[in-house]
């Protein structure tokens, strides 16, 4: 653990009455001001981590380090934690002023320190003037605000955030994450977002814990984990993906579609069965001859940003395509791609294993 740790897990299971584990055997640390992302389908266990860090519940095994204490037997009230709920669980009896300052005058803090902390607050997310307005009068995104102020002017050294911004349209949710993700950067201070938005998750975050029946698949930034899914769930979940099976032939060359193509992994066995990734993006559309594949388009959507082009390989293999070229149901075409845009998964690899062989070629200089 480093100084920079603010949170640890340390082989942490939780499990209810004698049902199946929500979580199993977790372990992972949180660095100092960072924004960090749970993403994962419904009932993979990211709200329980959410939950185990708040103090609202404890775990049946395992230690959770806090500053570098123990706080399993911790309650909620005495961690330096504030959470900021799906639906803000805010007070319509009362108005902004009072929500906001709720926490401090539970704390019997002074009426004008409270007043100074609530105006300043206020002002840092953007809704000074709003004190005496009430609850029921605002939108969502104001009352998000309000909910992430009530949080912030505790000055807790952690937010949560369990998917906050669900209940927004599409263009409001958009502007949010934006501010959100400015408000972290301005505070600086760790915040834990709960999502199964992938979108989302890509977008705010510094680092993502990918979860899934109550493991984490894989962690890392953004980047790390589109780029280089640890397997299918992590490939097929994080953006869209075209897997495929195919072989390892030896180090640098991978046979898929029929095909032996140069790429840039390797650490496997010679002639192993694997996963293989191209993402829908990476695939540019030629004429027949001029393409590395040769597939027949099946179907064709326009989605604003780009075309969403169904094709299929002489194997029988399904192909996603986004391009900006419109291309013709029926015709054949040729998809281009770099040896680069091919990431090969071993079966059944763990995030451990992953990490030994991705440093192993990226330190020979065969990195992507």
Excluded at 124 to 151: C, D, H, K, P
Excluded at 242 to 255: A, C, Q, T
Excluded at 282 to 306: A, C, M, N, W, Y
């Amino acid at each position: 653990m480093t100084n920079n740790t603010i949170i640890r897990f340390e082989h942490v299971t939780k499990q209810y009455d004698q049902d199946p584990p929500v979580l199993k055997d977790v372990s992972f640390e949180i660095e100092r001001g960072k924004f960090y992302t749970l993403l994962g389908p419904s009932g993979c266990g990211k709200t329980t981590i959410l939950r185990l860090i708040a103090g609202f519940t404890e775990p049946t095994k395992g230690k959770i380090y806090f500053n570098g204490k123990i706080v399993n037997d911790v309650p909620a009230n005495k961690r330096q934690v504030n959470t900021v709920f799906q639906d803000y669980a805010l007070f319509p009896h009362l108005n902004v002023f009072e929500n906001i300052a709720f926490g401090l005058r539970i704390k019997k803090m002074k009426n004008a320190e409270i007043e100074k902390r609530v105006k300043e607050t206020l002002r840092f997310v953007n809704l000074a003037g709003y004190e005496n307005r009430e609850i029921t009068e605002m939108s969502g995104g104001q009352r998000q605000r309000v909910a992430i102020a009530r949080a912030i002017v505790n000055e807790p050294e952690v937010i949560l955030l369990d998917e906050p911004l669900s209940a927004l349209d599409l263009k409001l949710r958009t502007e949010m994450q934006y501010e959100l993700r400015e408000l972290q950067r301005r505070l600086g201070i760790t915040f834990i977002f709960v999502t199964h938005d992938q979108e989302e998750a890509l977008a705010m975050s510094d680092e993502i814990f990918v979860l899934n029946k109550g493991k984490i698949q894989q962690s890392g930034t953004p980047t790390d984990i589109y780029d280089e899914p640890i397997n299918r769930f992590v490939a097929d979940f994080i953006g869209e993906s075209n897997i495929i099976p195919g072989k390892m032939i030896r180090d640098f060359l991978v046979e898929f579609a029929g095909k032996q193509f140069e790429c840039v992994d390797q650490g496997f066995n010679d002639n192993e069965p694997v996963e293989i990734v191209i993402r829908p993006e990476d695939l540019e559309i030629t004429k027949r001859e001029q393409g590395k594949l040769q597939v027949k388009v099946d179907s064709q959507l326009f989605r604003g940003v780009h075309y969403e082009i169904c094709c299929y390989d002489e194997a029988g293999n399904e192909w996603l395509v986004h391009s900006t070229k419109k291309a013709v149901v029926g015709e054949e075409i040729g998809l281009y791609f770099e040896s680069e845009d091919i990431h090969v998964m071993r079966f059944g690899e763990t995030e451990e294993e992953f990490d030994k062989r991705l440093e192993a070629y990226q330190e020979v200089g065969h990195g992507k």
